[in-house]
């Protein structure tokens, strides 16, 4: 049995994983500092708690621990906050992330997959974006995340570190089973923000820049259920286990979504309606991202279960109902 450390197991997309890979069979340890994570019940018993810029406390886990395989979620995920306090991303995520690839180095572990982002892109020069698309990050978070793709390459080239470099579009809805969902402190995202204002009746809704030049005047995103990206995972984690290939492949479902479709899409599905206003654009925010990921499709037979917009919106609604979050 393969054994697998996912690094912000506590994560939104990495409980996710965590759920997945147990399901299939395989030994998991969790690593998490909780600064945005949960000690869900799937991680109680293979968390171990650690900040990955404890460099020490990271290289004693691979001391004592037979580790196959690395996938690695846990960063700092606001690109606003990245905005206002870069320091902060810098050192979490580039620093934090060159501590685990060290110890994986020093300790012969040699497969990893990592979550990137279409941040790392920057403003769009075409309608969808392929994996070959210039790479040109307009925030400090999409910088820090071409910085550790950078550095992964050069590790594959000079090393034997053989990499899944994934860019997720916007990760989205909840467990099929509403066991786990979206759970970050403070919620900057838009699907969990506009259920919020839908289910609570009071809230009101920030909706950021309304003169973008899209049909609406607002941003349009390609949303991907959070469950097809932990399948992508997978396919790439068996490949990486059978091969001595590295990849790099975008994840989204190649429909770009506005965030007045979205509010739409909530009230039709909530029965409710979202208040909401517009204000500014914020820094760091490009008007359109659209995935291209045909590669993935075509290499690894990555089939989406979960397309529709609809359907992310209601198991997202779905697990927010169930823990009354918001009511
Ligand atoms: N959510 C999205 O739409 C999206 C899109 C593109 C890429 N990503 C990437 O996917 C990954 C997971 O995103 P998420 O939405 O699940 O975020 P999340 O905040 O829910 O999970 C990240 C986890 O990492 C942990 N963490 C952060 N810094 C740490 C450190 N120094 N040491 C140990 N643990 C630490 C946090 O406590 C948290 O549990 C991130 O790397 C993010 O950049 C997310």
Known sequence: MKTVLVTGGGGYIGSH??????????????????????KHELIANNLIEIDL????????????????????????????????????????????TLNLLNAMHLHNVEKLIFSSTA?????????????????????????T??????????????????YGILRYFNAAGA?????????????????????????SGEFELNIFGNDYPTPDGTCIRDYVHVSDLCDAHLLVLKKLLSCNESMEFNLGNGKG????????AVEKISQKKVKFKFSNRRDGDPTQLIAD???IREKLGWTPKFEQIETIIEHALNWETKIKRYI
């Open 257 to 264: 979504y506005s965030c007045l479709d979205v509010v739409n």
């Open 293 to 295: 990921s045909a590669l």
């Open 53 to 96: 810029l404890d460099s020490v406390a990271v290289n004693h886990l691979f001391a004592s621990q037979n580790i196959d395989v690395v996938i690695h979620f846990a960063g700092l995920i606001s690109v606003a906050e990245s905005v206002s306090d870069p320091n902060k991303y810098y050192e979490n995520n580039v620093i934090g």
């Open 175 to 199: 467990d099929p089973e509403a066991e786990l969902g979206e759970r970050h402190t403070p919620e900057t995202h838009l699907i969990p923000l506009t259920i919020f204002a839908a289910l």
């Open 145 to 162: 995340k071409l910085v550790i793709e950078e550095f992964i390459r050069t590790l594959n080239k000079n090393f034997k570190l053989q």
């Open 119 to 143: 941040a790392v892109y920057g403003h769009p020069q075409s309608e969808m974006i392929k994996e070959s698309h210039e790479k040109n990050p307009i925030n400090p978070y999409g910088k």
């Open 17 to 38: 994983m965590v759920k997945l890979l147990e399901r299939k069979g395989f030994s998991i340890i969790t690593v998490d500092n909780l600064s945005n994570g949960f």
